[in-house]
C-alpha cells in the first residue's frame, strides 16, 4: 500500500486550500450529518472510501485507461477525489490502481495537491480491487496512517459527479442496515434473452431500478463478505450489494440517487463530464474594475448585461493596489470567471494586478481561470494602430499565464463612433 504524496496530512479541503470554501463545506457537512443523526467532530462516524480505478477502460475504445483521461486538461479521476475530499468526514480515501499506473497516480495526487489518499494495487476484476482496498483498511499494517473505519464507502473512480447528501444518504442507511446503496430509475427495459437469442421475458420497468454508486457498508460486514465469497464471485460479479446479501445475509438500503450519479463507460460520456463541468464553473463572473469613473460605469452596463444571462455576477471597484480585499474573497470563493476592465493609462496594470492575485491563490489548480482584459479606445486621443500595437503585449500575458491554467483574452472597444473592434489574443 503507497501512502500519497509526502506531507499529505488531512485537510479538509481538496487541493489549494481556499479556506472560504472550506469553512462553508465544513458548516454545510456538520448540518447534514446532525440532520441524519451522525454527530460531526470528535464523536461522528469513521468512516472512509474505496476507489476501484484499475480498470483499463475497454468499451470507452481509447488507449488512456477511462479514469486517467483529460477532462478540460485534467484526469477524470481527479474530479472524483476532489468531490470526496470536499466531504470532510471521509477520513481516508483508498484508490486502488494497477501497478502501470502507480506513478501516473501519485503524479495525479502530487500536481492537483489531493490529501487523504493512499494508493494500493487494483485486482483483476473489479470487485478483486475492492477487496484489496478493504484489506488495506482492515489490517494494521507498519507504518500505515490508516485504521479501521466503522463504515466504508465503495464508489467507482469514474462517477465524478458524486455529492455530500447522496453520501451521507448512503452512510446513514449503512450504519442502519448494514449496507445501503444508490439507485436510479432504469432508462431502458432489461430483457432476458433465451438460449436461441430471442426474447424469453422482460422484466416490468418500473418494478426495477438501476444499481449506482456510491455504496456503504458496516465494514465488518462487506469486508467479512468479500473474505467469504467464491473465486466466480470475484472473477465474474459487479454488484456489492448483494455480496453483503449472499454471504451476510445483509439486505442494502436502496437510496434515490441524483440524476448526475452516472458511470463514465463511453466515450459519449467525456463529453458530457466536460459539458456539466463547464456549465457548473460558468455560472459566475467577476467584473473588476478600479475606481475611475469611466471604468465604473462601463462596469455597471456590463453588469446589468451579464445579469441577462448569467446566475451570478460580482463586480468589484476598488483599485487593486489595496490588495482587493473583496476580491480576495470571490476568488476565495471560488469564482472562475473575470472581466478586468481597463483605463487606457493604465493599459494592463489592472489586468497584471488581477493576473498575480489569480497566480497567488492556486485558483487555477482544479480549473481553468477565463480573464477577459477590457480596453477602451477613444481614437481621438489615441490612434488605432498604436493602441494595438501596445495591446499585443497582452498577447505575450497570456502565453505565460496559460501555463498556469488561466486563460487570458483582450477586447479592444473604441468610442464615441460606437464601432467595436474585437481583438481576441
Ligand atoms: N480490474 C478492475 C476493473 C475495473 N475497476 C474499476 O471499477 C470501476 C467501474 O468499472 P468499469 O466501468 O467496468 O471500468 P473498466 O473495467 O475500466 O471498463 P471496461 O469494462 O469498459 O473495460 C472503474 O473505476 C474501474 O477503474 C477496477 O478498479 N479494477
Ligand atoms: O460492471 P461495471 O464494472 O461496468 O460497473 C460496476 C458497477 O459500477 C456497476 O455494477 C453498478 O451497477 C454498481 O454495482
Request: charged content about 25%; hydrophobic content about 40%.
Amino acid at each position: 500500500m503507497e501512502p500519497g504524496p509526502p506531507g499529505s496530512s488531512r485537510p479538509t479541503e481538496p487541493g489549494p486550500c481556499l479556506s472560504s470554501q472550506q469553512g462553508a463545506d465544513q458548516a454545510a457537512s456538520a448540518s447534514l450529518q446532525s440532520a441524519a443523526g451522525a454527530q460531526p467532530g470528535r464523536h461522528s462516524l469513521a468512516v472512509a472510501a474505496v476507489l476501484p480505478a484499475g480498470g483499463c477502460g475497454e468499451r470507452m475504445g481509447v488507449p488512456t485507461p477511462k479514469q486517467f483521461c483529460p477532462i478540460l486538461e485534467r484526469p477524470l479521476i481527479s474530479y472524483t477525489l476532489q468531490a470526496l475530499e470536499r466531504v470532510y468526514w471521509i477520513k481516508d480515501i483508498v484508490v486502488a490502481v494497477t501497478g502501470e499506473n502507480m506513478e501516473v497516480m501519485k503524479s495525479i495526487i502530487q500536481k492537483y495537491q489531493h490529501k487523504r489518499i493512499s494508493l494500493v494495487e487494483a485486482g483483476v476484476t473489479r470487485h478483486r480491487s475492492i477487496f484489496n482496498g478493504l484489506k488495506a483498511l482492515a489490517e494494521d499494517q507498519l507504518n500505515c496512517k490508516l485504521s479501521k473505519p466503522e463504515i466504508v464507502i465503495v464508489h467507482d473512480a469514474v462517477r465524478p459527479f458524486v455529492e455530500e447528501d447522496t453520501l451521507l444518504k448512503v452512510v446513514t442507511a449503512a450504519k442502519k442496515h448494514g449496507a445501503a446503496g444508490a439507485i436510479r430509475p432504469l432508462v431502458s427495459t432489461v430483457i432476458s434473452p433465451s438460449a436461441d437469442g430471442c426474447l424469453d421475458h422482460s422484466l416490468e420497468r418500473a418494478r426495477h431500478r438501476a444499481s449506482e454508486m456510491p455504496q456503504a457498508f458496516l465494514f465488518d460486514v462487506i469486508y467479512e463478505a468479500y473474505q467469504q465469497c467464491s473465486d466466480y464471485d470475484l472473477e465474474f460479479g459487479t454488484e456489492c450489494l448483494q455480496l453483503a446479501l449472499k454471504y451476510c445475509c445483509t439486505k442494502a438500503k436502496l437510496v434515490e440517487g441524483s440524476p448526475d450519479l452516472w458511470k463514465v463507460t463511453y466515450k459519449r460520456d467525456l463529453y458530457a463530464v466536460e459539458s456539466i463541468i463547464k456549465e457548473k464553473i460558468s455560472q459566475e463572473i467577476c467584473v473588476v474594475t478600479d475606481i475611475e469613473e469611466d471604468n465604473k460605469y462601463v462596469s455597471h452596463l456590463l453588469e446589468e448585461v451579464l445579469k441577462s444571462e448569467l446566475n451570478h455576477v460580482k463586480v468589484t471597484s476598488e483599485a487593486l493596489c489595496h490588495a482587493g480585499r473583496d476580491l480576495q474573497q470571490i476568488i476565495l470563493d471560488q469564482c472562475y470567471n473575470f472581466v478586468c476592465v481597463n483605463v487606457m493609462t493604465s493599459d494592463f496594470q489592472e489586468t497584471q494586478k488581477l493576473l498575480s492575485m489569480l497566480e497567488e491563490s492556486n485558483l487555477s489548480i482544479l480549473y481553468p481561470v477565463v480573464v477577459v482584459s477590457v480596453h477602451f479606445l477613444d481614437f481621438k486621443l489615441v490612434p488605432p494602430s498604436q493602441k494595438m500595437e501596445s495591446l499585443m503585449l497582452i498577447r505575450e500575458f497570456a502565453k505565460e499565464v496559460k501555463k498556469r491554467n488561466i486563460w487570458l483574452c483582450g477586447l479592444l472597444i473604441s468610442y464615441p463612433q460606437n464601432s467595436t473592434e474585437v481583438v481576441c489574443y
